[in-house]
């Protein structure tokens, strides 16, 4: 069983450079791809990015790519998404996802527990 508690949301302003940051609890974190997916208003949820187990693989939507880095701390059971540049499209809550042991996939069906969300809203 992982829980997942996502914090570092807000209210933004267009350029700003918040950081998300999902804690983790259990002691699998460590053998888990993480990732962060975010759900605009009236939009399915997208993956925005995501990280293996090792930290060596890294995957991100193209909307975000040299804007928002996903990072991880074992130590601290934490994954992060550092966010820049932000724009109004952005506007979204965002989710952090644990997928099982030693799965690497972008793909929402495969991630086994979700975070409640944060909610980062962009002004322009």
């Known amino acids: 069983q992982v829980q997942l508690v996502e914090s570092g949301g807000g209210l933004v302003q267009a350029g700003g450079s918040p950081r998300l940051s999902c804690a983790a609890s259990?002691?699998?974190?460590?053998?888990?791809?993480m990732g962060w997916f975010r759900q605009a208003p009236q939009k399915e949820r997208e993956f925005v990015a995501g990280?293996?187990?090792?930290?060596?693989?890294?995957s991100y939507v193209d909307s975000v790519k040299g804007r928002f880095t996903i990072s991880r701390d074992t130590a601290k059971n934490t994954v992060y998404l550092q966010m820049k540049t932000l724009k109004p499209e952005d506007t979204a809550v965002y989710y952090c996802a644990a997928g099982p042991p030693y799965v690497w996939s972008s793909g929402e069906s495969l991630y086994e527990y979700w975070g409640q969300g944060t909610q980062v809203t962009v002004s322009s």
């Open positions: 990280i293996n187990w090792t930290g060596d693989s890294i």
């Open positions: 259990g002691r699998t974190f460590w053998s888990r791809a």
